[in-house]
């Protein structure tokens, strides 16, 4: 499960990577966690739209306080459940998610530290995932996750859903038939560059949720 991942860069650039029809004004940290701010690029009829989001669709427990906060669901193990497939067949409830590494902890109970994972010759990439508008916090958007590729499974057994340059339109135009088989994929290993830091995993700051 994807609990943190970095924007390390403008949004200007990328409008630019994505070729999206403009820029955004956005309150999104270089580092961004489930349940606060995030950017997508959605499609329309006028283009590719970059846009300010939420990270996590709201997800409200029966046994919930009324006043406490819904909790973020933002990863998406399957497309095909309930939650999902509605959103999924109709290109308008797609996005790409714009990032610059994902991290995953590793370590002992109480020691993890981040482990960063980065694409070795695209500074920017995508994450195939979905959005919509709610109630609780206006637009949102959640990550489709899948089986992790040899680069990745030493520390973690899932990882994002993510997409060469030039599957960015299938996944926001292709048919159902077109996200399952890019989920279902295994993402090639030799692409991908490996940082292991010191650094602290800090869990009280990843409260997000993978959801069936």
């Given at each position: ?7 390390r ?29 995030g ?6 009829d ?21 006043e406490?906060?819904p909790?973020?669901v ?10 999902w ?18 991290a ?8 993890m ?10 500074p ?14 206006g ?14 499974a ?14 960015y339109?299938?996944?926001l ?13 295994v993402f ?7 940082d ?11 409260t ?5």
């Amino acid at each position: 499960m994807c609990n943190l991942y970095t924007v390390r860069t403008s949004p200007d650039a990328i409008a630019s990577h994505f070729a999206t029809v403009a820029s955004v004004q956005t309150n999104a940290p270089d580092e961004v966690y489930p349940g606060t701010p995030g950017m997508a690029i959605t499609q329309s009829d006028g283009g590719r739209e970059l846009r300010s989001m939420t990270w996590g669709f709201p997800l409200r427990l029966k046994d919930m306080k009324p006043e406490a906060k819904p909790k973020p669901v933002n990863n998406i193990a399957d497309l095909t459940k309930p939650m999902w497939i509605g959103l999924a067949r109709k290109p308008q409830w797609r996005c790409l998610i714009p990032l610059t590494a994902f991290a995953e902890a590793e370590g002992p109970k109480g020691k993890m530290t981040r482990t960063w994972f980065s694409l070795r010759d695209e500074p920017i990439f995508a994450w195939g995932g979905l959005w919509r508008v709610s109630d609780e916090w206006g637009p949102v958007y959640s990550g489709a996750m899948t089986d992790a590729n040899e680069a990745v499974a030493p520390v973690h057994n899932r990882m994002p859903v993510l997409l060469h340059r030039d599957e960015y339109d299938m996944w926001l135009n292709g048919s159902l038939d077109d996200l399952l088989a890019l989920q279902q994929r295994v993402f090639p290993s030799d692409g991908i560059e490996i940082d292991r830091t010191s650094e602290l995993w800090v869990r009280k700051r990843s409260t997000g949720a993978e959801a069936p």
